[in-house]
C-alpha cells in the first residue's frame, strides 16, 4: 500500500519542480524585450533539442516527406523547428500584450476583412490553423478584430503547467478549451450558439480518417468537417509566418464551406482533403 503513495508523492514532487523551472523560465523572458525574450529561447532550443529523441523521429519523419534532401539539409530544417519552438515558448509573456492592428505591431495581417465577413454574417464559424509560425498570435488576430473566439488547446501534461499557460494565454475574447470529451460538447454548444470556434488541426492521432500528406495516408481528425457539415457553416484557413525574428504575418484565406453532395462519408473525406492538402502546402 505505501508504493502508490511514494509514486504520487515523486510524481507532485516531479511535476512541482517542473512547474517552478518553467515559470522561472518566463519570468525571465517576461522580463526582456520581445525580440531578445524570442532570440534567447531560440537559441536555447535549437543547441539542446537536436540532442533529444524527438529530434531524430522528426528527421526520421522529415525524409519520407522530403527523400530528395540530404541529411544536412534534415537536419538544418529540424535545428530551425527547434528555434521556432523555443521562440514561441519564450513570446508566450508577450504575446497577451501585443496590439495586433496597431501601427507598431510586430504582427502582419493580410486578409483581416474575412474576419470581418464571418464576424457580420449572423452564422456560426470555424477558423483553422495548424502549428506554424507562432500560432498563439492567430486568436489574438481574431478577437482583436472584435469576434470572440472559443479555441480548442491541448492540455499539457503537467496540471501546475497547464494554469500557468492558460493565464498567459487568456484574453478578452477568447476562451480557451481542452480538446476532448468536454470540449467537444463545449464546442458544439458554441457553434449552437451562433458563435466561432478555433481548431488547430495538425495533432497527431491515431483515430480518425486516412487522408494523402506528402503521398502517404495520414490519420487525421475529421472534426472541422463534421462540424462544417453539420452546421452549414463557412470555415477559414490561418497561416501562421515567422517573417524574422519577432516578426510575423498572419494571413485569412477566403472562408469555404465542404460540398454537400448527400454522401457524408465521402464529404468528410473530401473536404479534410482539402485542409491537409493547404496544411502540406505551408509547410
Known amino acids: 500500500m505505501a508504493r502508490p503513495r511514494r509514486t504520487g508523492l515523486l510524481l507532485l514532487a516531479t511535476r512541482t519542480l517542473e512547474a517552478i523551472l518553467v515559470a522561472a523560465m518566463l519570468g525571465v523572458f517576461s522580463a526582456l524585450p520581445l525580440g531578445v525574450a524570442s532570440a534567447l529561447g531560440g537559441t536555447i532550443a535549437r543547441t539542446l533539442g537536436p540532442l533529444t529523441g ?21 537536419a538544418a530544417i529540424v535545428r530551425g523547428m527547434w528555434d521556432n519552438l523555443g521562440r514561441v515558448f519564450a513570446e508566450y509573456p508577450h504575446v497577451r500584450r501585443i496590439k495586433v492592428y496597431d501601427p507598431d505591431s510586430p504582427i502582419e495581417v493580410v486578409g483581416a476583412e474575412h474576419v470581418d465577413r464571418l464576424r457580420d454574417d449572423g452564422e456560426p464559424g470555424i477558423f483553422v490553423t495548424g502549428h506554424f509560425g507562432n500560432w498563439e498570435t ?38 480557451l478549451i481542452p480538446k476532448g470529451a468536454e470540449g467537444a460538447r463545449r464546442g458544439l454548444s458554441v457553434l449552437n450558439e451562433g458563435g466561432h470556434l478555433g481548431i488547430l488541426t495538425d495533432l497527431r492521432t491515431n483515430e480518425g480518417i486516412a487522408v494523402p500528406f506528402f503521398g502517404r495516408p495520414a490519420m487525421t481528425a475529421p472534426a472541422v468537417a463534421r462540424l462544417a457539415l453539420r452546421f452549414g457553416c463557412p470555415v477559414c484557413l490561418v497561416r501562421a509566418e515567422r517573417l524574422e525574428g519577432a516578426r510575423f504575418r498572419i494571413t485569412f484565406f477566403p472562408p469555404v464551406r465542404p460540398r454537400q453532395t448527400g454522401g457524408r462519408n465521402d464529404d468528410i473525406a473530401s473536404f479534410m482533403t482539402e485542409v491537409t492538402a493547404a496544411i502540406e502546402g505551408w509547410i
Do not use: C
Request: aromatic fraction near 6%.
Open 138 to 175: 492567430v486568436p489574438r488576430a481574431i478577437a482583436q478584430r472584435g469576434l470572440p473566439l472559443t479555441y480548442f488547446y491541448r492540455i499539457p501534461n503537467n496540471p501546475m503547467v497547464d494554469r500557468m499557460l492558460r493565464a498567459m494565454r487568456h484574453k478578452e475574447g477568447i476562451e
Open 54 to 74: 524527438a529530434s531524430r523521429r522528426a528527421e526520421r519523419q522529415l525524409a519520407l516527406a522530403f527523400p530528395e534532401k540530404s541529411r544536412s539539409e534534415l
